[in-house]
């Protein structure tokens, strides 16, 4: 494999790898003459001049060709850096006790706050702040169900006050959190079903929203 002459217009990938596009991973690697290293065309490191750049179609050519992979992106590993991050971020939600801001996200898995939001909402298709109270909403109901008292199964989701919770109730369960304890009891439940790729879907609401 011959290396691909740089170029502002060959396959775009000049473009791709100067803007970081996490698109492009896969695509091609990025190798640098001065350091004799190749990169993930998304690697946070700072940019050669272009001069010193040259595209290899995989890392087996790049290392043919004498350069070796980058420790920073490492992109000989399957899974990208970005989606490790994310991956850690989601455990992060899934454990927390309390709302997390996204600065604080990202700084725990070292992405900027700005990047994980875009990456997140793609892979996941929420945001981090929606994906953080859908967990702590799933938690909310898991209380309920048990048999928990309304304001400890609140405090045991992270919600912080029960205030918050009523103001969202119907975002969170479709009814008041004290009938939701009573398996719904004196509630107006509709239902339907739907096909999906991930099979047969069912969907209640009552009045107050889904439930």
Not at 161 to 175: F, H, I, N, Q, T
Request: glycine share 10%.
């Amino acid at each position: 494999m011959t290396a691909i002459a740089i170029s502002t217009t060959e396959d775009g990938r000049w473009d791709a790898w100067a803007n970081r596009d996490a698109e492009a991973v896969g695509r091609f690697v990025v190798a640098v003459r001065s350091t004799g290293i190749y990169c993930r065309p998304d690697c946070p490191a700072r940019r050669p001049k272009p001069e010193n750049v040259r595209f290899f179609d995989d890392c087996a050519s790049a290392e043919r060709a004498g350069f070796r992979p980058c420790k920073r992106c490492r992109p000989t590993e399957a899974t990208r850096p970005i989606e490790r991050a994310i991956a850690e971020a989601c455990r992060l939600l899934d454990e927390a006790d309390a709302p997390v801001t996204l600065a604080a996200l990202g700084a725990e898995v070292g992405v900027s706050p700005s990047h994980l939001q875009r990456a997140f909402t793609a892979a996941v298709g929420m945001s981090p702040r929606a994906y953080g109270e859908a967990r702590r909403a799933a938690r909310l109901r898991t209380g309920l169900e048990r048999g928990s008292d309304v304001t400890t199964s609140i405090v045991d989701a992270g919600f912080g006050s029960p205030s918050r919770v009523y103001e969202a109730g119907d975002r969170l369960v479709g009814m008041l959190p004290s009938i939701y304890r009573r398996g719904g009891a004196g509630e107006d439940v509709r239902y339907t079903t739907v096909s999906t790729s991930l099979g047969e879907v069912l969907v209640a609401t009552t009045a107050r929203g889904i439930c």
